[in-house]
Every structure is written in C-alpha cells, then in structure tokens.
C-alpha cells in the first residue's frame, strides 16, 4: 500500500486526539464500508470472542503480524509474554512505539526476518495478506521460516460466501468461476487519501485445511464465530 493511510489514521487518533475519524473501504464485491479508528485501539474486553481466545492461546515468544495500533501487543506484553510487532506502516509504528511496545518492528512480513517464534498471531483476518489462494504455498513456506518446530500459527478469517446470490438451481452465482471466491480487491481511504487497489484474501475452513495438509501443516478449527467468521490454529505436521 504506497499511501500510508492506516498509518494516517492512527496517528491522528493518538496524537491529535481526533476521536471521530473513520476508514473507508471499498471492495471488488461492489460493498462500500466503514469503520471507526477507535476499532483498532480497543481493549481485550471489547474485542471480538474470536480475538480474545487467540490472546489466551498465545505462548512463548510472539510475532503480531500487521500488528496496527497495537492492541493485540499492548494485552500480550501486559501479561508478561514476549511480542514483537510487525507493521509495514511507519505512522502505525511511530504511534505503537509511543504507546510503550518494545518490540516495535517496520517491516513487511514477507521480508522480515528474526528469530523462531512460538506463534505467528494474524488477527483481524491478517491471513488476508496472502491475497490470492496462489499464494498460500508462499505463506506456509514463510511460516515455516519463522516458527520453531513446535510452533503455532494463531488467525481469524471468514468464509464470505454468504455475501453471494444464488441461481435458480440454488448455485451460488460468483463473478468469476475461475476465481477464488474468497479473493477481494480492496481500497482504502482518509480524510481525502486512497490507497492503490491491494488483493485480500477471505479464505473457508475446507479449503484452508487442504492447503495446510499439502504444504506439511496441521489445521485445527479453533472456534467458529457468530457470523462465518472462525478462529483457526496451524501446526507443523509431525509436532
């Protein structure tokens, strides 16, 4: 995303007390949306149930993947865990630092490289950064790179095909048959700036757990949310 727009946000939230502002989105799927800044720094208590499990099931050393405000790092490092927090925004990371995390990363996550992890946490549908189902094969492959052998992939995702009509055979009638129904073009925008259109990925339990077996990793469905949404939990196959 060349146009820092949650980083934007963000920082006019913390710094310049702007309690008001919203994030627009903008869809392949024609919907157009919006979301409070005060969403991304909300506490454990008004998170979502699916998020606030992810947080109990954390261990070890953490990296919080597309990490935002902060919030998810913010409850980890309270409790005493050791997390670093990874964000390719600068303004997101300057107001993260500001915050008292202190182990703030700029980076983007197919390039970062660290030390093993005992779990990659991806909330707020961070799986989505795949993009494409294409692309998976290099998500697992990363994965990999960055857990320890008995390590965990914690994320939250949703199977989005409610949002699609059915003929009158009852077939669910998809923009392209050729395509992922899961993969969405999005843009978003601030108080006057836009992002370039980005790919993000939607992705269903079935087709996650065949991904997973096939690239040497174990799918467990965790929980399933209240509205398509479910927590899933990635292992390495053999631990």
Same mark, same amino acid.
């Given at each position: 995303?060349? /146009?820092? +727009?949650?980083?934007?946000? !963000?920082?006019?939230?913390?710094?310049?007390?702007?309690?008001?502002?919203? !994030?627009?989105?903008?869809?392949?799927?024609?919907?157009?949306?919006?979301?409070?800044?005060?969403?991304?720094?909300?506490?454990?208590?008004?998170?979502?149930?699916?998020?606030?499990?992810?947080?109990?099931?954390?261990?070890?050393?953490?990296?919080? !993947?597309?990490?935002?405000?902060?919030?998810?790092?913010?409850?980890?490092?309270?409790?005493?865990?050791?997390?670093?927090?990874?964000?390719?925004?600068?303004?997101?990371?300057?107001?993260?630092?500001?915050?008292?995390?202190?182990?703030?990363?700029?980076?983007?996550?197919?390039?970062?490289?660290?030390?093993? =992890?005992?779990?990659?946490?991806?909330?707020?549908?961070?799986?989505? %950064?795949?993009?494409? +189902?294409?692309?998976?094969?290099? =998500?697992?492959?990363?994965?990999?790179?960055?857990?320890?052998?008995? @390590?965990? +992939?914690?994320?939250?995702?949703?199977? %989005? !095909?409610?949002?699609?009509?059915?003929?009158?055979?009852?077939?669910?009638? =998809?923009?392209?048959?050729?395509?992922?129904?899961?993969?969405?073009?999005?843009?978003?925008?601030?108080? @006057?700036?836009?992002?370039?259109?980005?790919?993000?990925?939607?992705?269903?339990?079935?087709?996650?757990?065949?991904?997973?077996?096939?690239?040497?990793?174990?799918?467990?469905?965790?929980?399933?949310?209240?509205?398509?949404?479910?927590?899933?939990?990635? /292992?390495?196959? @053999?631990?």
């Amino acid at each position: 995303m060349s /146009t820092d +727009v949650f980083g934007m946000a !963000i920082r006019d939230y913390y710094f310049s007390g702007d309690r008001e502002g919203e !994030i627009r989105t903008y869809s392949s799927l024609g919907e157009e949306d919006a979301f409070p800044i005060a969403y991304l720094f909300r506490e454990y208590n008004t998170m979502p149930v699916l998020e606030q499990k992810a947080l109990d099931l954390c261990r070890g050393r953490v990296l919080d !993947i597309g990490c935002g405000a902060g919030s998810h790092s913010l409850y980890l490092q309270g409790k005493g865990i050791e997390v670093v927090s990874l964000d390719v925004s600068p303004g997101a990371v300057e107001v993260c630092r500001a915050m008292g995390l202190t182990g703030v990363v700029e980076a983007d996550f197919w390039s970062y490289e660290g030390k093993k =992890f005992d779990t990659l946490l991806l909330l707020m549908n961070g799986i989505g %950064i795949s993009g494409r +189902v294409g692309r998976l094969p290099e =998500f697992f492959e990363k994965a990999r790179a960055l857990l320890k052998p008995s @390590g965990q +992939v914690l994320f939250d995702s949703s199977d %989005i !095909i409610y949002m699609f009509d059915k003929d009158e055979d009852g077939e669910y009638e =998809f923009p392209s048959p050729e395509t992922y129904y899961g993969e969405v073009e999005f843009e978003v925008a601030y108080r @006057g700036a836009r992002s370039e259109p980005f790919p993000w990925l939607y992705i269903d339990a079935v087709v996650m757990e065949r991904a997973a077996a096939d690239h040497g990793f174990a799918f467990e469905l965790v929980r399933k949310g209240d509205h398509y949404d479910y927590l899933g939990k990635l /292992t390495l196959l @053999g631990y």
